[in-house]
């Protein structure tokens, strides 16, 4: 039924509530799981704010560039260490993006999940309008099943 289900994380507790849920179907299905990670993406070099302000240099990109991607290796680790995984297939996978929501859906497209499986804040009326909602986003551009736990 399901052979690959994606499952994007950003460290918090609701979604390490989605990898439990995702890891109790995938245990029953047979099914691997993909753990995602949409790593924040900047632009370098930074045009000058001002005339006194410059781009980064080579070696402040590498380093942001790293301390983003060991981001990315401390969130998808913490998450497959929170939840019981014994006996499922799990694949730890990371990009850049500067919108979370369509990295989401790629992600799913390119390593063939047939179900994304998202946690929720929960966040409803004004403050999810304001705050927006990754979730929503997904749910809303995602031509894949999502499940939403909460």
């Known amino acids: ?3 690959n289900i994606l499952v994007p994380t950003d460290g918090s507790e609701f979604s390490d509530a989605a990898i439990a849920e995702a890891a109790k179907l995938a245990k029953q299905l047979g099914s691997k799981l993909v753990l995602f990670f949409a790593e924040p993406y900047y632009y370098y070099p930074i045009p000058p704010l001002t005339s006194f302000s410059g781009p980064y240099s080579p070696t402040e990109q590498e380093k942001a560039q ?6 990315a290796e401390k969130v998808l680790a913490s998450g497959a260490a929170n939840v019981n995984l014994a006996g499922v297939t799990v694949e730890r996978q990371s990009t850049l993006s500067n919108s979370p929501y369509e990295a989401i859906i790629e992600a799913a497209k390119k390593f063939q999940c047939e179900l994304i499986v998202m946690g929720s804040h929960g966040r409803s009326g004004l403050s999810g309008v304001l705050l927006g909602s990754e979730t929503q986003r997904v749910l809303t551009h995602s031509t894949i099943p999502v499940l939403v736990v909460r």
């Open 1 to 3: 039924m399901y052979k």
């Open 66 to 71: 790293k301390a983003t991607k060991g981001e």
